[in-house]
């Protein structure tokens, strides 16, 4: 069992908290690999759209005669060649659909949670239901030397206090229950509230939460 560093709110160290065995996976490149790809698909809207020479709202009428002119031949003005005519080769709107089985996406965030683990980016902290300012956040983030981007896994007791969390630059807060390998991933470090041991194994989200 791997075991990280513990805090309490005002950052003075605890003893080290032991992780459950979702945080000793196997690692597995492959599938963490394949698991982002589907999460980024899920979350990409796939809406852009070119209008073609039929679309364009243009006349169709041939420009000029098609002999005598000394110049190239040409029909509507609504050609890709011409300003203001239709796009040739452009985006269509293409939603895809890419799937991932259960036990993959779970296993692939057990993945994700190791290497996280791994690089020592995963710490916990102890009473986090006792914040009540979000100075008080800045002062643990800086004692963690939390540098760069990190993020939150709150419990479903201490969600409340996401709003303590929110207006700090490089920030993230996510429920223990909505995390993803794609989340986990990108997290930067990971500060973890230390009452999520006490929950039920997250439940696999399909898409990727949209900011």
């Known amino acids: 069992m ?24 196997k690692e597995n490149l492959n599938l963490l690999a394949q698991a982002i790809r589907v999460y980024q698909e899920e979350a990409h ?18 420009w000029y005669k098609q002999k005598g002119t000394g110049g190239a031949r040409h029909g509507a003005r609504s050609a890709p060649i011409f ?6 080769h452009g985006p269509r ?22 290497l996280k683990v791994k690089k020592a980016e995963v710490v916990a902290v102890e009473g986090l239901a006792k914040i009540t300012k979000t100075k008080e956040a800045c002062v643990l983030i800086n004692k963690i030397k939390a540098t760069g981007r990190c993020t939150f896994v709150l419990s479903d007791e201490n969600l409340a206090k996401a709003q303590f969390l929110k207006n700090i630059e490089n920030v993230d807060y996510t429920s223990y229950k909505s995390l993803n390998a794609y989340r986990v991933f990108f997290a930067g470090t990971i500060i973890l509230d230390k009452e999520i041991f006490g929950q039920k194994t997250p439940k696999l989200k399909k898409e990727v939460e949209k900011k």
């Open 93 to 114: 709107p293409v939603k895809r659909h890419l799937t991932l089985p259960k036990r993959m996406a779970r296993k692939a965030l057990q993945v994700a949670l190791g």
């Open 83 to 88: 300003v203001g005519g239709g796009v040739a």
């Open 2 to 25: 791997s075991k990280v560093n513990t805090y309490s709110i005002k950052g003075i160290h605890l003893a080290p908290t032991t992780l459950p065995k979702d945080f000793d996976a």
């Open 45 to 62: 809207i796939g809406l852009a759209k070119a209008k073609t020479r039929a679309e364009v709202n243009r006349t169709k009428k041939k």
